[in-house]
């Protein structure tokens, strides 16, 4: 049948992690999430919202604070998240909304469910120290201009990545 | 004034405009930069990777400053507020500043707190001012009427930007090309650029920059006015996508705002690298010159 729903679209209650919202609130800048009280000026204020409904700061606040820990990191959706802060900004509660997507896309991380595109460009900064390679042909076309030249290669980034851990997460 | 000058990723290799027109103007108002061949990347994508990573990343690009005993001037604001935001978590927080330089001292650095990180335009703003601009100024501009575009990082998060400039009502960029004689068309409502997210979904990026264009195009501007590399990467070097998406013709110019100020203080076009912007502001030189003749 066409409408015929499954577990999937539900929330089911045994589903629910009740630690969830006090494992992001363990976070460095996830320590105000219970202050949500659900007004929503979040949403309303969304630059991306504004175009595209898959992305509600507000619903996603909700979600965790009722424990839907699995539906909210491997989702997409946070991974929308343009980082403008204006949410952040006019919050009457402080929830600190634009801190708390980055620690959801940490924690996403951690679970094994890094953005690909993120992913690429996580790499090449491992493995380069820069998001964009700077060969001979960069420098030549600098000097050029009168520019000085950029060192291509960070030997400090690489070990930085090691050295915290965050290798693991970029691995081939 | 001495600053340690941190481009980025994408401006020494994307938006030399950028760089070249940033240091043309930096020199004629006596301002010293010096490049730190040991700067990285800000940091800026590995924090939704990894903050832990990323904060050690930024605190690495800071000591670097620090060695020098210099305060960076950044051009990208997306860097200006990576780089400012684990500066003041980590001076105010000794624990997480013991941790970050554990892992600095195995790369041989050390994070102290004393470098300072503002925006060019901050810079402009807080140690040149409006009133020197104005009285350097050698060429009229009042032919033009250009629209700021604030971005959302160069004010957010205000709270480590000591509130200079308003997040809702800003106006530091507008007074700065009012100095320049142009005039000043409202700003760029909604000012994410979407750049953040254009790998991710680049249908809704389009999206938000075509309202941005909308706005500049209703107030009939000769050019948008970024101090950004992501935003004008999006309006810019993006413009022709949004115009095939929409069906829509923009030719709005985006100009970085040294570029616009270089041309108040007589500097030549060439020195301001106006050819390699993407949608060329042919009509906007035009008018500028006319005024110089």
């Known amino acids: 049948m066409e409408n015929e729903k499954t577990d999937q679209d539900y929330t089911l209650v045994n589903e629910l992690n009740q630690d969830f919202k006090y494992d992001v609130s363990k976070q460095p800048g996830g320590e105000n999430i219970k202050y949500c009280f659900a007004c929503g000026t979040c949403t309303a204020s969304c630059p991306v919202r504004a175009i595209d409904a898959k992305y509600n700061p507000r619903k996603i606040i909700r979600m965790c604070l009722l424990g839907m820990k699995e539906r909210v990191l491997a989702s997409d959706f946070i991974w929308l998240c343009s980082n403008c802060y204006t949410c952040q900004e006019r919050c009457p509660q402080d929830v600190g909304i634009t801190e708390v997507m980055n620690v959801l896309k940490n924690m996403a991380v951690r679970e094994g469910h890094l953005n690909p595109t993120i992913l690429r460009q996580v790499r090449q900064i491992a493995s380069k120290g820069r998001l964009f390679d700077v060969d001979e042909f960069d420098n030549a076309r600098r000097k050029k201009m009168g520019l000085p030249p950029l060192k291509d290669g960070c030997e400090e980034v690489r070990r930085i990545f090691e050295l915290t851990g965050a290798d693991r997460y970029v691995e081939e | ?263 108040a203080l007589g500097i030549d076009e060439k020195e301001l690298g106006f050819r390699m912007n993407k949608v060329k502001p042919k009509e906007l030189l035009a008018k500028v010159s006319t005024e110089a003749a």
């Open chain 2, 1 to 263: 004034m001495k600053y340690a000058l941190f481009l980025g990723c994408t401006i020494p290799v994307r938006a030399q405009n950028y760089e070249l027109s940033a240091r043309a103007v930096a020199k004629e108002l006596g301002i010293e930069f010096e490049d730190l061949v040991d700067f990285g990347c800000c940091a800026y994508p590995v924090r939704s990777a990894s903050e832990r990573a990323a904060i050690v990343f930024a605190a690495r690009n800071l000591a670097v400053a620090e060695e020098k005993g210099l305060e960076i001037c950044t051009l990208c604001s997306a860097c200006t507020a990576t780089l400012t935001e684990v500066n003041e978590h980590l001076k105010a927080d000794e624990n997480a500043r013991k941790e970050v330089n554990e892992h600095l001292k195995k790369v041989g650095r050390e994070y102290r707190g004393t470098a300072r990180v503002r925006h060019l335009a901050r810079i402009l703003y807080e140690d040149v001012g409006t009133d020197t601009i104005k009285s350097k100024r050698k060429i009229d501009l009042s032919s033009l009427i250009l629209a700021p575009h604030y971005g959302c990082h160069y004010l957010k998060p205000s709270k480590v930007y000591g509130h200079f400039d308003s997040p809702e009502n800003p106006r530091t960029l507008s007074e700065l090309i009012a100095a320049t004689g142009a005039n000043v068309a409202p700003n760029i409502p909604n000012s994410c650029c979407g750049g953040a997210i254009l790998g991710v979904n680049a249908d809704i990026t389009l999206a938000m920059a075509k309202t941005k264009l909308d706005s500049a195009l209703s107030s009939k501007v000769d050019a948008v006015v970024s101090i950004c590399p992501f935003c004008s990467v999006i309006f810019e070097d993006n413009q022709k996508k949004v115009e095939a998406k929409f069906e829509k013709e923009y030719g709005v110019p985006v100009l970085f705002y040294p570029q616009v100020l270089g041309l």
